[in-house]
């Protein structure tokens, strides 16, 4: 059972768009949620991060969309730019847990 | 420099083999993970760690074996290979919530 979930699979965006990746979760203690960029060969590395206690959160061309309620979040690049092409986890976690719930990524492609 | 490391970046094996991968962090970070990367799953935490001669289960442990000998060392054992463990292996470390992924060990069970 997928604790997290993440929609599109894969997403195909021209240069100067906006690219939206959609993140949910199950449980309904998870408060932290953080966004990993993976490229290929790599290992991820931290994007960006939100708290339950914010409904957004902005670093660059990166922003966090949090509704605790529905229990979703997106993550927004906006001026897609083609070094931005890779993968995107959303994950999960509860405060003071250390291991996260990862989804199953959305691989993004900026075409210039 | 990097301050996760992991071993041998490429391991071949057949049915049934004996496997280690190792993991050397520089960062002093008290945890340390061991996760699984596969198409359509993401990454799956195997075991973890919060110091040396602790062990935590993860989320997909059966096959697998982990030993945690320094605050540095992290090693994944398979004494068993099996093909499903076929599978791209990350390793990382962190103090508080961010953690931070070595380049990963790619395993091959023939």
């Known amino acids: 059972q997928q604790q997290v979930r993440q929609s599109p699979q894969s997403l195909t965006v021209w240069e100067g768009e906006t690219a939206i990746l959609n993140c949910s979760y199950e449980d309904s203690t998870f408060n932290y949620f953080p966004w990993y960029q993976q490229f290929p060969g790599e290992g991820p590395a931290l994007l960006i991060s939100i708290r339950s206690v914010s409904d957004k959160k902005e670093d660059g061309r990166f922003t966090i969309f949090f509704n605790k309620r529905e229990k979703k979040l997106s993550l927004h690049i906006t001026d897609s730019q083609p070094g931005d092409s890779a993968t995107y986890f959303c994950a999960a976690t509860y405060q003071g847990g250390r291991a996260l719930i990862f989804g199953t990524g959305t691989t993004v492609s900026v075409s210039p | 420099e990097a301050a996760v490391t992991q071993s041998p970046r490429n391991k071949v094996t057949v049915t049934g083999g004996n496997v280690t991968l190792s993991c050397r962090q520089t960062?002093?970070?008290?945890?340390m993970y061991w996760y699984r990367q596969d198409t359509g799953h993401g990454l799956r935490l195997i075991h973890y760690s919060y110091g040396a001669g602790n062990l935590q289960i993860g989320d997909v442990p059966d096959g697998y074996k982990a030993t945690r000998t320094t605050q540095e060392d992290f090693f994944l054992l398979l004494e068993l290979a099996s093909p499903s463990q076929t599978s791209l292996y990350f390793c990382?470390?962190?103090?508080?919530?961010?953690?931070?992924f070595g380049p990963g060990t790619r395993l091959l069970v023939l």
């Open positions: 990382a470390s962190s103090a508080q919530d961010t953690q931070y």
């Open positions: 960062n002093s970070h008290n945890y």
